[in-house]
């Protein structure tokens, strides 16, 4: 694990960081806890989230990659719009004041595996609508409970859909550190990358849209093997809690969405768009 702030090397602290989460999440009894890319036995898959209104776009991030001081207006100005992302940990969000303050899109997470969904994804999702924010819904991946296209499939009938309104972006694939376990999900680089491509296929398969992929360089590169096989066509949300975004997942030689930080003066997670307010509306209707 690293220190906030100071990232440590990666040789000689996968092993701790897997058995260190799978005794933190009282894994079940025999399961099989593997370094990426490695022979292993099969995973017992889990059956039971026991803590989904605790997992959001960035939960375990700063516990694995640090969290490192943004001053205020570090983030960059020149050509970003202003956003967020929220879950259910924000209750009914103040769409009016968010905009206000400067918010121009927002994301909202809708679901988590096969069987969770946010209880305030309604308000969170039409309140930023009709405060006139660009919005859009993200699924919180757990590649080891079920299969990616049953992910896919829960996701879009639960909020996950799209529409080419002008105000709705396209869907989002969550994926990053286990908070329930190993690390890369008790999965290999290939096993990984498919489970990607099945949920990423799906969700095209029903709405039209390949979806946006959220994760960081570091989850990305351990536990696909730094696979470029998403970057044509999947838009990129990286996660990189600094006033410095830093090298992209393994792929992506562009960014579409940074969240910069986990709090600030939005509710949630602070975020900008790699462009202006045409862009996000260009983005929302596929042009």
């Not at 022979?39 to 059956?47: E, K, S, Y």
């Not at 286990?178 to 949920?199: D, I, L, Q």
């Not at 994760?215 to 970057?231: R, V």
Request: proline share 6%; hydrophobic share 40%.
């Amino acid at each position: 694990m690293r220190a906030r702030g100071i990232r440590v090397p990666r040789r000689g602290v996968l092993a701790s960081r897997a058995l260190v989460a799978a005794a933190g999440a009282g894994l079940l009894a025999g399961a099989a806890v593997a370094l990426p890319g490695t022979a292993h036995a099969a995973p017992v898959a889990a059956t039971h989230l026991s803590h989904p209104e605790r997992d959001w776009a960035g939960s375990t991030v700063a516990a694995h990659e640090g969290r490192a001081a943004v001053p205020p207006g570090s983030a960059p100005q020149a050509a970003t719009t202003k956003g967020l992302d929220v879950s259910s940990r924000q209750g009914s969000v103040n769409w009016t004041a968010a905009r206000k303050a400067g918010a121009r899109f927002a994301y909202v997470k809708a679901t988590e595996s096969t069987t969770y969904h946010n209880a305030h994804f309604t308000q969170q999702y039409n309140g930023s609508y009709k405060a006139g924010l660009i919005r859009g819904a993200y699924h919180f991946a757990t590649p080891n409970t079920s299969t990616g296209r049953a992910q896919a499939d829960y996701f879009v009938k639960h909020g996950g859909g799209w529409s080419k309104d002008g105000r709705t972006l396209p869907p989002i694939l969550d994926i990053e550190y286990n908070p329930y376990g190993a690390e890369c999900y008790g999965k290999s680089h290939a096993a990984m990358v498919a489970w990607v491509k099945s949920f990423t296929g799906e969700v095209h398969a029903r709405t039209g849209r390949w979806p946006t992929i959220y994760t960081t360089a570091d989850w990305w590169n351990t536990c696909t093997g730094k696979s470029p096989a998403f970057a044509a066509k999947d838009p990129l949300f990286v996660a990189r809690y600094s006033a410095r975004i830093g090298a992209l997942p393994a792929g992506w030689r562009t960014w579409t969405v940074w969240q910069y930080a986990d709090s600030g003066a939005l509710p949630g997670d602070q975020d900008r768009f790699n462009g202006g307010p045409a862009r996000i509306k260009a983005l929302a209707n596929n042009t």
